[in-house]
């Protein structure tokens, strides 16, 4: 399975923009960058994913690297519900029923 | 908007014991995983199951555990004989599949499961 590299914490305050960095430098070209959170006492919540290009959403943007070796998701105006634990997660790009593969993730931390 | 939901919300078994943790995907997913997660640990995957069949599952999952879909609704996991080390939130999950890849998967909050 492609790893992906996160820092272990990160801390950010109310209303500022939060990147979130992860580095995959051994990513295949068929792999897709997924993103999903974790809120305190609850299951893991999908944020946002892609394979090239940059990807917006309600919730977040994902800014992917030229050469994919790395992507940083972008919160733009952090609120204190968005502390969790972030994962940054490689899938295969096929059909048919994926596992995710959960590492440590980023536990970012919104000061009021 | 829709959710997945799982029963119960905590489940406290002795050892030894069988357990069946309970799941409702999303109606409209075709594809389903099992992920559990010890107390400070990593998320692991489990078991996924799609067409009524297994597709994928993990070298925890052992002849201890199965998955069932009995009905249109319904997607459960049994443990037969609970361990001590089965103690661990144990996460359902669904994603809709139909031919494109890379579908997200939706969880629900999990089942917090003690053994004792």
């Known amino acids: 399975d492609a790893k992906t590299t996160q820092p272990n914490s990160m801390e950010s305050n109310e209303e500022e923009p939060v990147h979130l960095p992860c580095n995959h430098s051994?990513?295949?070209?068929?792999?897709?960058i997924h993103w999903y959170r974790q809120l305190p006492s609850q299951g893991p919540e999908y944020v946002i994913h892609?394979?090239?290009s940059n990807v917006n959403n309600r919730m977040a943007s994902l800014a992917i690297a030229e050469d994919r070796k790395s992507s940083t998701l972008i919160l733009h105006r952090a609120t204190l519900r968005d502390a969790a634990v972030y994962y940054c997660?490689?899938?295969?790009?096929?059909?048919?029923?994926?596992?995710?593969?959960f590492g440590q993730g980023t536990r970012l931390t919104i000061n009021p | 908007e829709p959710e997945v939901t799982q029963t119960p919300s905590h489940q406290v078994t002795q050892m030894g014991q069988e357990v069946i943790l309970r799941c409702v995907p999303i109606?409209?997913?075709?594809?389903f995983y099992w992920y559990r997660q010890i107390l400070g640990q990593k998320v692991e995957f489990l078991v996924s199951?799609?067409?009524?069949?297994?597709?994928?599952k993990s070298e925890i999952f052992d002849d201890q555990f199965s998955v069932e879909r009995p009905d249109g609704s319904n997607f459960t996991l049994k443990i037969r004989s609970t361990k001590l080390e089965d103690s661990a939130m144990y996460f359902c999950?669904?994603?809709?599949?139909?031919?494109?890849?890379?579908?997200?998967?939706?969880f629900g909050d999990g089942t917090r499961l003690s053994i004792l």
């Open positions: 051994t990513i295949s070209g068929t792999d897709y």
């Open positions: 999950a669904s994603s809709r599949g139909q031919g494109i890849p890379n579908q997200p998967q939706h």
């Open positions: 109606s409209n997913h075709l594809y």
């Open positions: 199951f799609y067409n009524n069949e297994i597709s994928e």
């Open positions: 892609g394979l090239t």
């Open positions: 997660i490689l899938s295969p790009g096929i059909q048919g029923a994926q596992k995710l593969v």
